[in-house]
């Protein structure tokens, strides 16, 4: 009996289908057209490695280059992690009403493998996480690769971003397996009060809702603005928190992050969720061998270089921040708002003060094209009408694309 001709077909799936990260998508792919007569400037990914200005302390290659020449970090590293950076970590984080021990820390390939750790071991296809709106777009990204729902609760942009708390009760189902927080704010750069985060966690007590805390930015905050980790103001929630090295050390591309369980209850332990994070751990066979080796020194919170590094650091983020609100508040149609911390700044638009500018969408591409100055709109971040910069750049190049904003506002304006 002849066999039927076969005919090929082959197609992506359904998950590669639902990735889609639109920050990537714009920087990547985007097809926008600088000015060719003007060198671009852009202000639009929050890698601080961009311009060269920001760049790690020689203390930090050093070690990573002395343990390179050791070739004792070579191999594959535990999938958890090494166990000397496993407690590194849980003595960094660890706060004195959260105290971790390696056990608690799961080492993961940057913040963003800690991310797709903590929804994947906590929600299944079809259940639902509620994330902030204006907020971070890979949450939703990497939700939907999982078929998992997503609803976005609102920040109030008009009361510094806070949690619209009744916004966030009405969202929660049966479906609901787990609240994301994330504190200090990207793309807001707002870092939340003491009273606002208990706020926050009375919810998940009274919904019985774990908490994932993405505090990624943690060591940025500015003046007397003061960062709370979750986990040190609750005994009744259980959270999972986000760290890593990629901001506070200006090395994303060293791809180190954790997850660190803080398990109230034996919550997380009584659902299998540990067991859970380590299966998982498994697939992608653990982080950086050797960005692993020098976390012992890099996070010692007694070695004052560091510290005072990471201090000169922030002081120099700040002093960009205020540049940009300083400038930017002359600027015709746009009204910044205040960073507390990250390296983030969101300038929301006047539309109606321009002859030729419908939306942010419009106005970061007309930019684009007269000024070459690369900004994000506020519509990748569900803000409209406003724009997210980065402000890791040299002073003399922010000054640059801020004096070309300036001139750009000043063209569009309403006769």
Same mark, same amino acid.
């Given at each position: 009996?002849?066999?039927?001709?076969?005919?090929?077909?082959?197609?992506?799936?359904?998950?590669?289908?639902?990735?889609?990260?639109?920050? /990537?998508?714009?920087?990547? #792919?985007?097809?926008? &057209?600088?000015?060719?007569?003007?060198?671009?400037?852009?202000?639009?990914?929050?890698?601080?490695?961009?311009?060269?200005?920001?760049?790690?302390?020689? @203390?930090?290659?050093? !070690?990573?280059?002395?343990?390179?020449?050791?070739?004792?970090?070579?191999? @594959?590293?535990?999938?958890?992690?090494?166990?000397?950076?496993?407690?590194?970590?849980?003595?960094?984080?660890?706060?004195?009403?959260?105290?971790?021990?390696? #056990?608690?820390?799961?080492?993961?390939?940057?913040?963003?493998?800690?991310?797709?750790?903590?929804?994947?071991?906590?929600?299944?296809?079809?259940?639902?996480?509620?994330?902030?709106?204006?907020?971070?777009?890979?949450?939703?990204?990497?939700? &939907?690769?999982?078929?998992?729902?997503? #609803?976005?609760?609102?920040? =109030?942009?008009?009361?510094?971003?806070?949690?619209?708390?009744?916004?966030?009760?009405?969202?929660?189902?049966? /479906?609901?397996?787990?609240?994301?927080?994330?504190?200090?704010?990207?793309?807001?750069?707002?870092?939340?009060?003491?009273?606002?985060?208990?706020?926050?966690?009375?919810?998940?007590?009274? @919904?019985?809702?774990?908490?994932?805390?993405?505090?990624?930015?943690?060591?940025?905050?500015?003046?007397?603005?003061?960062?709370?980790?979750?986990?040190?103001?609750?005994?009744?929630?259980?959270? !999972?928190?986000?760290?890593?090295?990629?901001?506070?050390?200006?090395?994303?591309?060293?791809?180190?992050?954790?997850?660190?369980?803080?398990?109230?209850?034996?919550?997380? *332990?009584?659902?299998?969720?540990?067991?859970? !994070?380590?299966? =998982?751990?498994?697939?992608? *066979?653990?982080?950086?061998? *050797?960005?692993?080796?020098?976390?012992?020194?890099?996070?010692?919170?007694?070695?004052?270089?560091?510290?005072?590094?990471?201090?000169?650091?922030?002081?120099? !983020?700040?002093?960009?921040?205020?540049?940009?609100?300083?400038? *930017?508040? &002359?600027?015709?149609?746009?009204?910044?708002?205040?960073?507390?911390?990250?390296?983030?700044?969101?300038?929301?638009?006047?539309?109606?003060?321009?002859?030729?500018?419908?939306?942010?969408?419009?106005?970061?591409?007309?930019?684009?094209?007269?000024?070459?100055?690369?900004?994000?709109?506020?519509?990748?971040?569900?803000?409209?009408?406003?724009?997210?910069?980065?402000?890791?750049?040299?002073?003399?190049?922010?000054?640059?694309? @801020?004096?070309?904003?300036?001139?750009?506002?000043?063209?569009?304006? #309403?006769?």
């Amino acid at each position: 009996m002849e066999t039927p001709q076969r005919k090929w077909n082959v197609e992506s799936s359904s998950s590669s289908k639902n990735a889609v990260n639109p920050i /990537r998508r714009i920087v990547d #792919k985007g097809g926008f &057209k600088p000015n060719p007569n003007k060198s671009t400037i852009s202000l639009s990914i929050g890698d601080p490695c961009v311009f060269g200005n920001l760049n790690i302390l020689d @203390y930090a290659n050093d !070690l990573l280059i002395e343990n390179i020449k050791s070739c004792k970090f070579n191999g @594959y590293p535990p999938s958890t992690g090494y166990e000397f950076a496993r407690e590194a970590v849980a003595k960094y984080v660890e706060t004195p009403t959260s105290k971790l021990t390696s #056990k608690d820390i799961i080492i993961a390939s940057g913040a963003s493998g800690a991310i797709e750790l903590a929804i994947g071991v906590l929600l299944n296809e079809g259940d639902n996480i509620l994330v902030p709106k204006p907020g971070f777009p890979l949450y939703e990204c990497t939700s &939907k690769t999982k078929f998992i729902n997503v #609803k976005h609760y609102n920040l =109030l942009e008009k009361q510094d971003f806070k949690v619209d708390l009744e916004h966030l009760k009405s969202l929660i189902d049966d /479906r609901t397996k787990a609240i994301l927080v994330n504190n200090p704010s990207n793309p807001c750069g707002i870092v939340y009060s003491k009273q606002h985060l208990l706020d926050i966690i009375e919810v998940a007590r009274e @919904y019985c809702l774990p908490i994932i805390a993405d505090e990624i930015y943690c060591d940025l905050t500015f003046g007397e603005h003061k960062f709370y980790p979750m986990a040190s103001l609750t005994d009744k929630v259980p959270i !999972l928190s986000i760290g890593g090295i990629a901001k506070r050390f200006l090395v994303p591309g060293w791809r180190l992050g954790w997850v660190a369980i803080h398990d109230r209850d034996n919550i997380f *332990l009584n659902g299998r969720v540990i067991e859970g !994070l380590v299966s =998982l751990s498994q697939v992608v *066979l653990g982080s950086n061998s *050797l960005i692993q080796s020098i976390l012992p020194k890099l996070l010692d919170s007694q070695n004052t270089q560091v510290i005072e590094w990471c201090s000169k650091i922030t002081k120099t !983020l700040e002093s960009h921040s205020k540049l940009t609100v300083d400038m *930017l508040s &002359k600027a015709h149609g746009l009204k910044p708002v205040h960073s507390s911390g990250t390296m983030y700044q969101m300038i929301e638009i006047d539309c109606s003060k321009y002859e030729d500018i419908a939306d942010d969408n419009e106005f970061v591409g007309k930019l684009l094209e007269e000024q070459s100055v690369f900004l994000l709109q506020g519509t990748v971040f569900s803000l409209p009408n406003f724009f997210r910069i980065v402000f890791c750049a040299p002073i003399e190049k922010l000054t640059e694309a @801020y004096e070309r904003m300036i001139e750009f506002c000043e063209a569009h304006k #309403k006769k």
